[in-house]
C-alpha cells in the first residue's frame, strides 16, 4: 500500500485526515518525515503495511525487511506467545511495551495507536517512542528512592515535607516507623502529629511547628508515644523554602530516632553521678578507716576499764553468792529463836493480862524487834533467791489501789493518789510487786516522818498512766530529798544511811522491776524531795492471749 492510499482513511474514519484537505497532501511526507517512530499494521492479519524513516532506524532493519514482519514479531516471545492466544489484551493495549530490535536486544517503547478505516479494511496507526530514557530515568528515580530509604532505615532518619500553599505533609517511610504508625491509615499532617508528641512536651513542639510556617528554622528534641505506648526521642531539624519575596513555600524537616543516644547520654549521667558517689564513698571510707584507728584505740582503753570494772563486778558477784548461801543458814538459824521468843513474849501478854501487871510498853518493844528482825531476814532471803516472777494479767490501778490501802501513814503525812491507767492491763507478779510497792511506800514514810521543818504538809503522791508503749508508775514526796553522793549509789546493795537495816530494799526494789522486763529512775533534790519512776512493757497481743 503505497503512503499517499493512506489518507482515503477519512472517508471511512471521523479521525481520519481527508485528501481533499489541504493538508492531505503532505500527511505522506510528514508520516515518512517525522522523528517519531511509526508504522501501520493490518489489524486483521497483523502485517506491517506501511514504516517511516525513524521506525526503521529505530529497529535496525531494512524497509523490505520490517514490511514482512507481522506486528507480534516486534514483541519479545512471551508477549509474542500471549499475542497469539488473546490478541486483543495485546495487540490493542497501548503503554509501555517491551519490544525487541533486529539484533534480538530488548527494549521499552510507548505506544499509542489509532484505528483506521480504509476501503472496507482496518489499520492500525502505530506511533512507538523509544522509552529506555525515560525507563532508565524514572528506574534511577525508584533506585534513588530505595537507596533513600535504606539510608533512612539505616540511619533512623526520616523526612517530612509541608507545603504551606497546599496544606499537604508527606512522611518518608522511615519517619512512619519511627512513629510507629501504619501508612495505609494514618494521615500525617501538624494535628495528628502532635497527638502523637508526649504530652509534657507538645506544647513546646507546637510552638516550633508555628515558628516553621513563619520561615525561622526549627531545631528541637522531644519525645513521642508511639500507640503500642512505647515512648522514644527523636531530634527534628526543619528548613524552610520561600519564594523571591521571603514568603515560606514549603519546610522539609528530618526526623531522626536518637532514642538510643539518649539512653546512653543518661546511662553515662547515671555512671558518672555513681562514680561520684564512690569517690564520695572512698573518701568517707579512708576517713572511716582513719576515725576507726582512733577509736579503736579509745576502745581498747575502754576495754581495760571494762575488764577492770568486770573484774570488779565478779568479786562483788563472790560475796554476793557467798552472802547468799550464809543467808539461808543466817535466816534458818535466826527464825526459830525469833519464833520462840515471840511465842513468849505472846505467853507473857497473857500472863501478866490475867495478873493485872502492865507490861504492854516492854512487850510491844519485843514485838517490834520480833518483826523487825524477820523483816531483815526476808530482805536478805528475798534477794539472794532469784526466784522468776509468776507474771499474769492485771489491772494495774485497781490492784494498786487496794495495795495502798493496806498501807498505813503517820498522822501527819499526807498519801494521794493519781491513777490515769484507766482499764490498761499488765502483766506482772502481785507478790513480786507487793514488795516494791511496800519498799517504797516505807522508804518515803521514813524520809518525811524523819523531816524535822516542811514547808508544806508532807505528802507522798502515787501517780500511773499509759505512755506509748510502757505503763508508767510513779512516787512522788515532798520530803527532804537525798544528797547527790548517797543518790548514786541508792540502788548499790548493802548500802544505807539508816541506823538499822540491811541496805537491801532499793536494791530488791530494782531486781524485782528488771525481772518484769522494766526500768527504774531516781530524781531528788535536795529539800525539795524525791520521785521515783517505774516504767513496765505494755502487754502485747500474743502476751494478752496467753
Not at 514504516?51 to 507481522?70: E, I, P, T, W
Not at 516522818?449 to 505512755?467: G, H, K
Not at 539508816?498 to 527504774?520: D, Y
Request: aromatic residues 6%; charged residues 30%.
Amino acid at each position: 500500500m503505497a503512503p499517499k492510499t493512506l489518507a482515503r482513511a477519512s472517508r471511512h474514519d471521523d479521525d481520519a485526515i481527508g485528501e481533499d484537505g489541504a493538508f492531505g497532501i503532505y500527511f505522506p511526507l510528514l508520516f515518512e518525515r517525522s522523528p517519531i517512530p511509526m508504522f501501520v499494521y493490518d489489524w486483521d492479519d497483523l502485517h506491517i503495511v506501511l514504516v517511516n524513516d525513524a521506525a526503521l532506524a529505530q529497529y535496525g532493519y531494512s524497509r523490505a525487511k520490517f514490511l514482512g514482519l507481522r506486528v507480534t514479531d516486534l514483541m519479545m516471545a512471551k508477549d509474542a506467545a500471549q499475542a497469539a492466544e488473546d490478541r486483543a489484551s495485546i495487540v490493542l493495549k497501548a503503554g509501555q511495551r517491551l519490544h525487541r530490535k533486529a539484533d534480538g536486544s530488548g527494549f521499552f517503547v510507548d505506544i499509542l495507536r489509532h484505528r483506521l478505516a480504509l476501503d472496507g479494511r482496518t489499520l492500525a496507526l502505530v506511533a512507538c517512542s523509544d522509552a529506555g530514557a525515560r525507563v532508565q530515568a524514572e528506574e534511577k528515580l525508584r533506585r534513588s528512592h530505595e537507596n533513600l530509604s535504606r539510608a533512612q532505615r539505616i540511619s533512623s532518619t526520616g523526612s517530612v515535607e509541608r507545603d504551606f500553599l497546599t496544606q499537604r505533609t508527606d512522611w518518608s517511610a522511615e519517619t512512619f516507623r519511627i512513629f510507629g504508625v501504619d501508612p495505609e491509615s494514618f494521615t500525617p499532617s501538624p494535628e495528628s502529629m502532635l497527638a502523637l508528641v508526649h504530652p509534657e512536651d507538645r506544647a513546646r513542639v507546637a510552638e516550633a511547628l508555628a515558628k516553621a510556617a513563619k520561615g525561622i528554622p526549627v531545631q528541637l528534641q522531644y519525645r513521642i508515644v508511639r500507640p503500642d505506648g512505647s515512648v522514644r526521642v527523636v531530634y527534628r531539624e526543619a528548613e524552610v523554602i520561600a519564594d523571591e519575596q521571603g514568603n515560606p513555600l514549603r519546610s522539609i524537616s528530618t526526623i531522626r530516632d536518637v532514642t538510643r543516644a539518649h539512653e546512653a547520654i543518661e546511662r553515662q549521667k547515671k555512671l558518672e553521678a555513681e562514680l561520684r558517689v564512690a569517690k564520695d564513698e572512698a573518701e568517707a571510707l579512708a576517713r572511716a578507716v582513719q576515725d576507726a584507728n582512733a577509736a579503736l584505740e579509745r576502745r581498747v582503753e575502754e576495754r581495760t576499764l571494762e575488764l577492770q570494772a568486770a573484774h570488779d563486778e565478779l568479786l562483788k558477784r563472790e560475796r554476793l553468792a557467798t552472802l547468799g548461801q550464809l543467808t539461808a543458814t543466817v535466816a534458818h538459824e535466826l527464825r526459830n529463836p525469833l519464833s520462840a521468843i515471840k511465842n513468849t513474849a505472846f505467853i507473857m501478854r497473857e500472863i501478866t493480862a490475867a495478873r493485872d501487871i502492865d507490861l504492854e510498853r516492854p512487850l510491844q518493844r519485843i514485838q517490834r524487834s520480833i518483826d523487825r528482825c524477820n523483816r531483815i531476814v526476808s530482805d536478805l532471803l528475798d534477794y539472794s533467791r532469784a526466784r522468776d516472777p509468776e507474771c499474769r494479767l492485771h489491772n494495774f490501778d485497781d490492784w494498786l489501789r487496794e495495795t495502798m490501802e493496806e498501807q498505813s501513814a503517820p498522822d501527819r503525812v499526807g498519801v494521794a493518789l493519781d491513777l490515769q491507767g484507766g482499764t490498761t492491763e499488765i502483766r506482772f507478779d502481785p507478790e513480786r510487786f507487793r514488795q516494791v510497792v511496800i519498799n517504797l511506800f516505807d522508804n518515803a514514810m521514813q524520809a518525811m516522818a524523819e523531816s524535822i521543818d516542811f514547808d508544806d504538809t508532807p505528802c507522798l503522791t502515787v501517780r500511773t498512766r499509759a505512755l506509748g508503749q510502757a505503763f508508767e508508775i510513779a512516787f512522788e514526796d515532798n520530803g527532804p530529798g537525798i544528797a547527790p553522793d548517797v543518790l548514786g549509789r541508792a540502788f548499790e546493795p548493802l548500802f544505807s544511811t539508816k541506823n538499822f537495816g540491811t541496805g537491801l530494799g532499793l536494791a530488791t526494789v530494782k531486781h524485782i522491776v528488771e525481772q518484769h522486763r522494766g526500768s527504774i529512775e531516781i530524781a531528788s533534790t535536795l529539800g525539795e524531795g524525791t520521785r521515783v519512776v517505774m516504767r513496765l512493757p505494755l502487754a502485747s497481743e500474743d502476751q494478752a492471749e496467753r
